[in-house]
């Protein structure tokens, strides 16, 4: 039995939600932990604090998926990938451009560390998008009629957001549906 969407609605959502924030804290904490303790060259303390970073990361993903946040049948999920890789080209440009900022205030190292995650922003866009090629049913590698970008992150949402929830968020950034502007 999967835990998809159980919490969804539920008294419990709010706390799972709490927890899940708290999770994917720890997460970046750890994940800091885990370079300054390389920068030490202490190797077995960074891959102990990196081992505990991932699974965090993956307690927190799991309680997100209990609240629904994520797609878990096949169309819903490749439809949801293939939005995702519209946002991870766009994290690509945002990102190259916080490196600019981040360059321009003097920080250069900084700045060339964050130019490194554009490029892996551009490989997330490349994989996601091989996968929903490869993956994704016909109904969904279709362009869909109506298709809304979040203007925050880039995700694409293609159908009928009209139907969708007034509370409906960007599943990717969490903004609500205010964001959304039809393409
Ligand atoms: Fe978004």
């Keep these: 039995m999967n835990s998809y969407s159980k919490a969804k609605g539920t008294e419990i959502e709010k706390t799972i939600k709490e927890q899940m924030q708290a999770e994917l804290s720890g997460a970046g904490m750890y994940f800091a932990l885990a370079r300054s303790a390389k920068e030490q ?21 799991f309680y997100a998926e209990f609240c629904g946040r994520y797609p878990f049948k096949k169309e819903e999920l490749w439809q949801f990938v293939k939005g995702l890789s519209k946002a991870e080209e766009c994290g690509e440009k945002m990102i190259l451009e916080l490196s600019e900022k981040v360059k321009e205030s003097g920080f250069n190292e900084a ?12 490989h997330h866009a490349e994989v ?6 490869k993956y994704a049913p016909d109904s969904v590698k279709q362009n ?11 995700f694409e949402y293609e ?17 609500p549906k205010s964001v959304f502007k039809q393409k």
Excluded: R, W
């Excluded at 060259?41 to 993903?61: C, P, R, Y």
């Excluded at 700045?111 to 551009?122: L, R, V, Y």
């Excluded at 869909?144 to 880039?154: D, E, H, M």
């Design 41 to 61: 060259n202490m190797d077995d303390a960074a891959d102990n604090f990196t081992k505990l970073a991932n699974e965090h990361a993956a307690q927190a993903s």
């Design 144 to 154: 869909a009629k109506k298709c809304y970008v979040c203007s925050i992150c880039g």
């Design 159 to 175: 159908g009928d957001m009209e139907s969708e929830p007034e509370n409906f968020t960007c599943p990717i950034c969490g903004m």
């Design 111 to 122: 700045a060339d560390k964050i130019k490194t995650f554009a490029s892996q922003h551009k």
């Design 128 to 133: 996601t998008s091989e996968l929903v090629k």
